[in-house]
């Protein structure tokens, strides 16, 4: 059986693997990088934490992306070991978000709800487009769950900043930009939880993980 070459098959098809995920990483990043800088600047001129901390949202899923291509076609060690810093960065980015909240609670706030909604529908449909690149890996290792988990948590956070310009042009409050930046500042630091959860193991003791991972 040594000639029929099973091994170098199965090493073919690995690549072909690590390549479209490579592809797919580095697409959703240029889009995550472009969306930060747009949402962030959108987001400073209408005056609103909820497009504020979407567009960090953006950002921290771009240093995801950036985390993921590094280590394709790694050692479980070095995906996890990403992961973690993933998690990491999702609570800094869900603390940050709160803060900004704060801060907008003691100074005030007048968001313009028009350019909310333009800025944050411009995101979805970007984001849809990622979210429907990276569904075929959402079963793969944590590195890839990982970045399926932070496209999922772009569409409700775009759809929440939608939704709250829609009120804030009803009512003219800025509570429910206040609200919408609160909850994505917890969708933050949930993901974070549950991506720390899952990857801490597999990076303190990953000859464990593989070996549950690859018992019959």
């Known amino acids: 059986m040594s000639g029929c070459h099973c091994d170098d098959t199965a090493s073919t098809l690995s690549q072909a693997r690590d390549a479209t995920r490579r592809r797919v990483l580095w697409t959703v990043l240029a889009i995550n990088a472009a969306l930060f800088v747009g949402e962030f600047t959108a987001g400073w001129w209408a005056d609103s934490s909820a497009l504020q901390a979407d567009s960090l949202d953006s950002l921290g899923d771009a240093g995801v ?3 993921s291509l590094a280590v394709v076609g790694g050692s479980l060690r070095q995906r996890n070991g990403a992961a973690v810093v993933k998690g990491l960065l999702q609570g800094l980015f869900g603390l940050v978000v709160l803060a900004e909240v704060l801060r907008r609670l003691l100074t005030g706030a007048d968001p313009l709800a028009p350019l ?3 800025a944050a529908a411009i ?3 970007a984001n849809l487009a990622c979210f429907g690149l990276l569904m075929r890996f959402r079963g793969e290792d944590l590195n890839m ?4 988990l932070c496209s999922r948590n772009d569409l409700a956070s775009n759809t ?3 939704a709250a310009a829609g ?3 009803l009512t003219g409050s800025a509570w429910p930009d206040i609200a919408v930046g609160t909850l994505i500042a917890l969708l933050f630091l949930h993901t974070s939880w549950q991506v ?3 990857a ?3 990076w303190r003791h990953p000859a464990a993980i593989e070996s549950r991972d690859t018992t019959p």
Request: net charge positive; proline share 4%; aromatic share 12%.
């Open 167 to 169: 009120i804030v042009a």
């Open 116 to 118: 909310m909604a333009g």
């Open 200 to 202: 801490w193991p597999g």
């Open 65 to 67: 992306y950036a985390l």
């Open 196 to 198: 720390l959860r899952e």
């Open 160 to 162: 929440g900043v939608i």
């Open 123 to 125: 995101a979805l449909l």
């Open 145 to 148: 769950r990982s970045v399926w």
